[in-house]
């Protein structure tokens, strides 16, 4: 089975192939301009080349938000289109390329079954507690003035990983995890289980820790002493904040979380303690709502980092808890990236009756056409056995009008 992941943004659509047993993509790459009709052909040439013209059998397409009505995978039916369109005031730069994607995979990639995986998913059972927000009800209505997430894909996947070696250790006791994705966003995550308690991120993923070029938290009065002493308009101050904010703010130049840890990035020792205090204080709020840790899981692009975080965290969170040993707190690291992921969820949500007639497909062509890779790599497991139930209308009774 050819598995195509796709990730649109703005003026841009990755896409990763993949093949069992998804863990090695046969082929990556990214086509600059907007994720319509033109990008994905592209890709349908692209992917028509690794694959010697049979094309993909199933679409898994990460989306960054799906708000409070798709809290899981989803496959493509009618009335999709609708319900996502109604959420795209709370990602506005975000869900246009992916309504644009929606609207071409008719004509292009027409007939191969698509599955949308949402980051926001894993945390659709935050507590009010963390993911309320205190302001005027009134003033916020029909605005996503909420803590949600935005790593859930790598957070879900790294929390079941730390679950499934301490079971393994023969503990046998609900994992505290504290997730620690470090992406050029990054996020901190806790979870009970692979039930998420606290993170990092807020309404946006500008909250938090500081990013590559995001500025994390701080305080609202600076938005608005920007404005008035610059005359800035909310474009502007986005931009600033979103673009050359962060790590890029405190060196002066472009640099990413594992760039701060080379000894020839200037300003990279200023920034290796903003970052490291920032991710300690999410790690000790995560450890209190959780009431201990007993796993620190790293995860992303950037997760060779935990080589030197981890221990660091973890010797400065033992010291706040006296009954814990360093010993008791593990250290882990997930390294599946989010594409394969991706992957993996998107064969998961597909409908049995659809699986089979893919699979059926799928062997025609490889007598005809495709050999499938022999990759020795192993497979990934799935880590979303814990199902939440969308709360969108049946596509029954939704069309794409």
Known sequence: MNILVLNPAPAVL?????????????????????????ALLAVRTAVSAETAGAGPDLIGCRVVQGGDLFRNAVCVRPGTMRAIEGLVSSAPLHLPPLLALLRARAAVFAGVPMVLVFETSFFADLPFRENACALNAACTEGLAARRRGFHGILHEAACAHAAARRRARGLQSACRSLSVCLEPTPEVAAAVGCRPVMTSGGSSPLEGIPGDTTCGEIDPRIVIELARANGWGHEKINQVL?????????????????GIFDPATRNGARARRVLAYRLLLACGAGAAAMGGVDAIVFSGRYASSMRFLGPWLRGRLVRAMPRAGEEAVAIECMRDTVEALVAAQAVAALPAREAAFQSRLTAARVRTKSP????????ITPHFARRRKNVFPPPSSLSDS
Do not use: M, N
């Not at 499938?372 to 497979?379: C, D, E, G, K, W």
């Open 14 to 38: 990755g896409y990763t192939l993949f093949r069992p047993p998804l863990r090695v993509p046969v082929a990556r790459g990214a086509v600059r301009g907007d994720p319509g009709e033109a």
């Open 242 to 258: 979103s673009r050359e904010s962060g790590l890029l703010g405190l060196t002066g130049e472009p640099v990413t979380i594992a």
């Open 372 to 379: 499938i890779s022999t990759s020795r790599s192993r497979a």
